[in-house]
């Protein structure tokens, strides 16, 4: 019997997986899935604008980085100055048995040793959708996010990655939608027949 179907509830189950540095946040709600759509967004963006990285890789890489955390639950800096989680094992395990589970264990490795190109973007991309989040509330009046964007800022190891930092943080979280259009927030459905 495949263990394909036993896979795929594994990672489905990263929607229910809370993501817990908001704890200490004191704001902020997201599970790991929202989080791995979002590295995988940036991943793609960093990844164009290197020019250089193999694409595929790169977002194979952001699609899979946190996968163990399934089986090991995502632990903040705080958790894991006194719990150690056995992440390797817990991906090995989790790909065991699988017909693609080498090329996710050279995954797993590339991610782990964070030295090629793809694996420095996609840890780049990880670290900027927490900047994306801390932004937001920032931006929503939530003091405290301001100081962690300034530690969030240092971990970023590509120019690519801070130069798309930079933007993220001259910009507001609601810039994308909010047009200040006087014409439209006054009549949003349209000139009057």
Known sequence: MSRLSDFL???ASL???PRTGYQFLG???ENVAGHTFGVAAIAYALGRLNGQAN???LLLLALFHDLAEARTGDLNYVNKRYVKALEKEAFSDAIKGLPFAPELGGLNEEWLNGESLEARLAADADQLDMILELRLLQAHGHDPAGDWLGYATKRLKTPEGQKLCQEILASGPDDWWFERDDAL???PEGPSR
């Open 9 to 11: 509830f594994e990672a």
């Open 15 to 17: 929607k229910r997986a």
């Open 27 to 29: 704001r902020g709600a």
């Open 55 to 57: 694409m595929e890789r």
């Open 185 to 187: 927030w006054v009549n």
